[in-house]
Each structure stands twice: as structure tokens, then as C-alpha cells.
């Protein structure tokens, strides 16, 4: 496929540019870069009024297959990555069973490929079954494509497993994802604890549930030497501990979701079973915490955590109800109107944490506008206004939280390789 | 004048006014429980299903009699032998009541918020009997009536909630209401039972019993459960008596007639003594009278007002 993409405001952190560009596609690499490009016989697509970002990276993603298909598959959240505006995720490995062998890294890769929509890369787990117990073959996980590793939706609770693995990593030099959470402070918790913990009647998770398990896993990393990336940091008291060990020059990441990035606690007065999640959300104060740490760049990455649930699942008691965000389809747009419109953020800064940021903490070759590099775009319109309405999701996970709620800057086009995997919400079949 | 909102699930949705609505109502319904003859023909043909997720002695037969002294058809769905235990989630079983007829429902549940999620449900109008440690808002109607049978005003009353704060809905309940209503409402727990978020409430909030007694108009002692010593939130029930039950000795740091209330069921000898219990200034007893009247006035202002 060969193709112009004619007009647009090409923005690439990685090479600091912002700047109207034609780029010429062809045989899915960028052929050429160039102010006004005009080839004769070669289709061009009109770009103007749109910005041209290098391929949004999800560093977070539960995709649920194998084993957990009535919430989504491989091929339901591809599409739904891709629609959001996403040309590369990263999959969780807390699949049945997890993905602590070749075997399970395999299966998702090759079923990710035939798709040809997103990138899929495979998280591998850091202990055997996810117990916690033993580190898992981390170096034929490596080899079969494990990008990082991570026990995702449980903490490793053992310290010395989680100094092993950060020690044992660095033969790879890939990163140990940590979801730090002292599960004793968080107990039968299912939403931030404080006012609106106690005004429902809802048994809260503080804050400091984070926290305690955030710093151990930063003295962890400054001991062993290892690459450690926090996922989904939700609270200020994460952020002042990041920035603490940052300071020494700890070799230390962090993500922040969208949900975390818009929504406070009170959002769960209605009881909606959507806004339970893992962190939860947070109150005020934590949320200014951590977009300013994501304006400053100590969060590099926004990661969506989409975490895809039946509606049976959702339909229950909010004690009942699991934990979690279906988060792909909403995160660009989100986050522009939450930080491009309204919170301050150039919409350099927001690409970069959609893109370099996530790259740098897996290391990939991906995320910047280049002669020669991958033909991976997201093309958003920052003037288009949209309602979210899960009903058209991709996903099968329809608990989102802001559904119903209209956003300002949405992904319209998504590139992956030089196919056209995206146009104006619709998936290529 | 009825209840505005579909369902009654908390305190804090109501008006002064409809508040005032209930407890005036209430106090009518009162009579016809001290009649001879306990029965008018107000909600005949009208079905009114308790579903029940919990234990309970008093609301659930309050709510039954309330219905019944009223001619309503009063169905109590006993969830131990109900197709709850096969798995029937919630929402079915709202939409199967539905279906059978049910023109109120109402639901105790453990988990807060369960009386919400099945008022989306169901087209009946809902009665939240206490849903975890969210709202049971006709316990608090009952007691705030209680204390106005005796004060005529709430207003400016200081009225001490004592105990398991962190997990009691009567607490959170009462505290809407009485807050509404003017009172100085004071919370007093041991710290570990005492819930973040208070701050902004307006409750004034004390670990020392004696402070919170303290020329106390009324004294609300709530039920320890033993469950939360072996939570670990407290050492012992022994120790949890001595620092926080409710004695002779301790009432007289309140106001010589400051009103003693409990929701109940009590623990005799840990959060009150037997003897302030059964004492004069004890109210216990009146309060579950006017549960019935409190249950009535709501079934009648949500049945009765139906159509008109």
C-alpha cells in the first residue's frame, strides 16, 4: 500500500517537531517526509485540520484470552485498541491460564499477528502461576517476545521474590512491572478510603494501601539495580516517593490511567459499578497529584489498564462487582479534553505520554516520525467533539465509567504498518 | 403530600418538609397500633414483599405488621429458602418480584447500595431496611420521631452516637437526619471503629465517652458485634465494655433527663448495662413502637398517595 498522507500537523516528541508535513507511505515504512509531497498516480489522504502522532503505545492492557473470553479476546480488545487510537498494547499475563510460560506468550502472539490490527506485545508473569512463590522462566519468556514481567492484578507480596526478580531482569534488560498494594490496608476495601467512603458505606482502601508497597518496591530497585515500572500510580503520596527516588537516580518508571487522570471518588455515589477499579479512584488532591507529575514527565507513560468485564459481572452488588476499567476506546479522547482543552498540557507534551514515554519503558524501536521508521500513526482530530456511547464499543467490556459523557479530541485514524486499521471510528474488517 | 423520590433509600434524600410529613403521619398511625381492633382498609389490594438478606427481628416484623394493620398482602421471602441460594442474582429476583406484582418492595441487604441497584431495576417503589453500613433510613425516622415525642424540637439537642461508628448505617443515618434538623450530633468510638471523611460532615468527633456524654439530651449506644474483635479493631468485648459501655455511673456526666436509645438488638453488660437499659430514662421500648408507626406512615405516603 502506497499512500500520502496530505496536510496534517505532523507532532513527533521524540525529534521535537511540530510542523505541517506530507508524509508518503509505502510498503509500511515512511518513504519520505516533506513540506507539500505531490507524486502523480499515488492516493493521497486528506490529513488537513488533523494532527499526526507516531502510533499510540498502551502499555496495559488485559486482553482475557486464553480462558477469560466472555469479557474479551484477543480480537475484541485488538479492535478496540486499534479504534481508540492504539497501534501497539501491551497484554497483561493474569490470563487462565497466565502467561508464566512460552506455550500461553505464543498463543496470544500468534493470534494477535493474524489479525493484522495492533501490535501486540506479551507481558510474561514474574512468578510461576502468578503465587508469588518462584520467579517464572523470565529468560524463555524473553526469548518467546516478553517485552517486561509482571504479576498484574496481584502484588508479590514476598519481598526477596520481588528483589529476585529485579535482580534477575537485568540479564534482559527488560522491566518488572510492579501493582504495588499492601493487601492487608486494602482488606475487603473497594473504593478510595474518605468522605465518600463513609457517606456510602463502602469499605475504603487508603491511599497509603499504595503507598507502603510503592516504597518497597522503589528500595527494591535501588538495591538490586533493576529496571522497576509502577503501574497505575494513583495517589500523591506515589508520586512524592517516585520523584524522591527519581532524585537518586533510581532506575525507576510510572504510569497513570485515564480514569485517574479525570475521575474522583465521588463519581461512585450512584453506586455505578463501572467506576470500581484497582486503585480506585481517588480523591481531589490525589488527582492534581498526579497529572502534575505527568505535565512534569516523573509519570512518563498514560496506560489505559482496560480491563474488560461482562455485564453480568457488572451487574452486581458494588461489593460484588470486579475491579476494573474498560478503558481503550476513551483514553485518547480523555485525556485531550481533560489535559490538551482543559488542563494545561501542549498536545506535545500529551503524545509524548502516549508514545516516547511507554517506548522508553519497554524499549522499543517504536513511537517517533522518521524517514525509514515504521508507518505507525495516530491521527486525531482536535476538533472533533464526540458522546461516549459503549454500546458501539469494540470492546466486550462495557464498564466505563464516562460513558454518556462528551469529550474534544478524538483518535479518527489509526495506523499500523502502513495499513489503514482505523477510519473514523470503524475498524477495518 | 407523599415521598417525592420513586424509592426511600437514604436520610439525606428527603426534605425537612417531608420528614415532618412522616413524623405527623407517623403520630396518627400510632393510634391505630394502641386500638382494640388494629386494622384499617387504607392499602387494601395493595402487595407489599419484604426481601430480606439478613437477619432481623424488628424491622422486618414491623414492616410486616405495619402492612398488615393496613389491609395490604405482606409476603416476607425468606432468602435461606428462597432461589437466592441457587444463585438468583439480585436483579432477577427484583424483576421476578416485579412480575408477581409487587408494589413495594422492601429490601435489607448486606451490601451497601443493593437498595439502589435493585430500585433501577424494578418499576415497585423501594424501601431501603438497611443496606450494609450505607442507610437505614426508617430506623433513623424512628428515632428522630422518639426524640421529638419527648423534646417537641430536635434542634440544638446534643445527641451522642456511641460505638461501631465505622460500620453502622444507623449512625450515617441518623446523622443526615439529625443534621438537617439541627442538632449537635457528636460520634464517639474507639478510633478504630471511627470512619475516615468525618471532617466535613459537621459531626463533632471524640474517642473519650465522657466527653461525648457531656450534657448529652439523648445517648444512642449501637451494637458491638463480636465479629469486629476478631477483625482485630478491638482487643476485647470485656475491654470494649469497660471503656465505652454505657453505665448509671457514666449517664450521670449527661443531662438529668437526656434520653438513652439503641437500635437493638442489645448486648446487655457490654455497650449498655441491663440497669440503664431497663431504667426510666431508657426509651428502647418506645422506639420499637414507633418503628411500626414510622413503617406505616412511609407504606401509607408511598401506597396510599399512589394514583392521586
Known amino acids: 500500500m502506497e499512500y500520502i498522507l496530505k496536510g496534517g500537523v505532523v507532532i513527533d516528541p521524540k525529534t521535537d517537531m511540530e510542523k505541517r508535513l506530507d508524509i508518503h507511505v509505502d510498503n509500511g515504512k515512511i518513504k519520505a517526509l516533506g513540506s507539500n509531497i505531490t507524486e502523480k498516480n499515488i492516493e493521497t489522504i486528506d490529513a488537513a485540520g488533523r494532527i499526526i502522532a507516531p502510533g499510540f503505545i498502551d502499555l496495559h492492557v488485559h486482553l482475557r484470552e486464553p480462558g477469560l473470553e466472555a469479557h474479551e479476546t484477543i480480537a475484541t480488545g485488538c479492535r478496540a485498541a486499534v479504534a481508540g487510537g492504539f497501534t501497539t498494547i501491551a497484554a497483561m499475563p493474569n490470563t487462565k491460564p497466565c502467561a508464566d510460560n512460552e506455550a500461553v506468550l505464543e498463543l496470544i502472539k500468534n493470534r494477535a499477528d493474524r489479525l493484522k490490527l495492533a501490535r501486540v506485545l506479551p507481558i510474561g508473569a514474574i512468578s510461576k502461576g502468578q503465587q508469588g512463590e518462584e520467579i517464572s522462566e523470565i529468560g524463555s519468556l524473553y526469548q518467546t517476545g516478553a517485552v517486561a514481567i509482571s504479576d498484574d492484578g496481584k502484588p508479590v507480596v514476598n519481598s526477596e521474590v520481588m528483589r529476585r526478580a529485579l535482580e534477575y531482569t537485568q540479564i534482559f534488560g527488560i522491566p518488572v512491572i510492579s501493582h504495588s498494594e499492601e493487601l492487608h490496608l486494602k482488606g475487603d476495601g473497594v473504593m478510595h478510603e474518605g468522605y465518600w467512603s463513609m457517606l456510602l458505606g463502602l469499605a475504603g482502601i487508603p491511599a497509603q494501601a499504595e503507598e507502603v508497597m510503592v516504597a518497597r518496591d522503589l528500595i527494591l530497585a535501588e538495591l538490586t539495580g533493576g529496571q522497576l515500572h509502577l503501574a497505575h500510580l494513583s495517589t500523591r503520596g506515589s508520586v512524592e516517593l517516585l520523584e524522591f527516588y527519581l532524585d537518586k537516580q533510581v532506575k525507576v518508571t510510572a504510569e497513570v490511567t485515564p480514569h485517574h487522570l479525570l475521575l474522583t471518588d465521588e463519581e461512585v455515589k450512584e453506586y455505578n459499578t463501572s467506576t470500581k477499579v484497582n486503585p480506585p479512584l481517588r480523591s481531589r488532591d490525589h488527582v492534581e497529584a498526579v497529572r502534575k507529575a505527568l505535565k512534569k514527565g516523573t509519570i512518563s507513560c498514560i496506560a489505559t489498564d482496560h480491563a474488560p468485564w461482562s455485564e453480568e459481572e457488572k451487574e452486581q452488588e458494588y461489593n460484588k462487582a470486579p475491579f476494573g476499567i474498560s478503558g481503550l476506546e476513551t483514553a485518547v479522547a480523555v485525556c485531550w479534553d481533560t489535559l490538551v482543552v482543559k488542563g494545561g498540557f501542549s498536545p506535545k507534551e500529551l503524545i509524548a505520554r502516549f508514545t516516547t514515554g511507554p517506548a522508553g519503558v519497554l524499549h522499543l524501536p517504536c513511537g517517533t516520525i522518521a524517514q525509514g521508521a515504521e508507518a505507525d500513526f495516530t491521527v486525531i482530530d482536535p476538533n472533533l467533539t464526540k458522546q461516549v456511547d459503549t454500546a458501539l464499543f469494540y470492546s466486550k467490556g462495557k464498564n466505563s465509567p464516562v460513558n454518556g459523557r462528551s469529550f474534544r479530541g478524538w483518535p479518527v485514524m489509526t495506523i499500523v504498518g502502513g495499513n489503514i486499521v482505523m477510519k473514523d471510528g470503524v475498524v477495518a474488517d | ?308
Open chain 2, 1 to 308: 403530600m407523599g415521598i417525592k423520590g420513586k424509592d426511600l433509600l437514604t436520610v439525606e434524600q428527603l426534605t425537612r418538609e417531608e420528614m415532618e410529613t412522616i413524623f405527623h403521619t407517623a403520630r396518627e398511625m400510632k393510634g391505630i397500633i394502641s386500638r382494640d381492633i388494629k386494622k384499617v382498609p387504607t392499602l387494601r389490594g395493595k402487595v407489599v414483599i419484604t426481601l430480606f438478606y439478613e437477619p432481623s427481628t424488628r424491622t422486618r416484623a414491623s414492616f410486616e405488621l405495619a402492612g398488615k394493620y393496613m389491609s395490604a398482602d405482606v409476603v416476607n421471602l425468606n432468602i435461606a429458602t428462597s432461589s437466592v441460594v441457587k444463585g438468583e442474582s439480585l436483579k432477577d429476583t427484583g424483576l421476578t418480584l416485579q412480575v408477581m406484582g409487587a408494589d413495594i418492595i422492601v429490601i435489607r441487604h448486606g451490601m451497601s447500595g443493593a437498595p439502589k441497584m435493585l430500585g433501577q431495576y424494578v418499576p415497585a417503589r423501594v424501601i431501603n431496611a438497611g443496606d450494609g453500613y450505607h442507610a437505614h433510613p426508617t430506623q433513623a425516622l424512628l428515632d428522630m420521631m422518639t426524640i421529638k415525642e419527648h423534646y417537641g424540637e430536635i434542634k440544638g439537642l446534643k445527641v451522642a452516637i456511641v460505638g461501631d461508628i465505622l460500620h453502622s448505617r444507623v449512625a450515617r443515618s441518623n446523622m443526615e437526619g439529625l443534621l438537617k434538623l439541627g442538632a449537635d450530633v457528636w460520634f464517639c468510638g474507639p478510633p478504630t471503629l471511627l470512619p475516615a471523611g468525618l471532617e466535613k460532615t459537621g459531626v463533632k468527633v471524640t474517642p473519650d465517652i465522657e466527653e461525648a456524654l457531656q450534657n448529652a439530651q439523648v445517648a444512642m449506644m449501637l451494637r458491638i458485634q463480636l465479629e469486629r474483635q476478631k477483625a482485630g479493631l478491638f482487643p476485647s468485648l470485656r475491654e470494649y465494655s469497660r471503656l465505652y459501655g454505657l453505665t448509671s455511673q457514666r449517664l450521670k456526666l449527661a443531662d438529668p433527663h437526656c434520653l438513652v436509645l439503641h437500635p437493638g438488638p442489645i448486648n446487655r453488660g457490654v455497650e449498655i448495662s441491663g440497669e440503664v437499659a431497663d431504667g426510666v430514662q431508657s426509651l428502647i421500648n418506645e422506639q420499637v413502637t414507633n418503628g411500626v408507626a414510622v413503617r406505616m406512615a412511609l407504606l401509607y405516603l408511598m401506597l396510599g398517595q399512589k394514583g392521586e
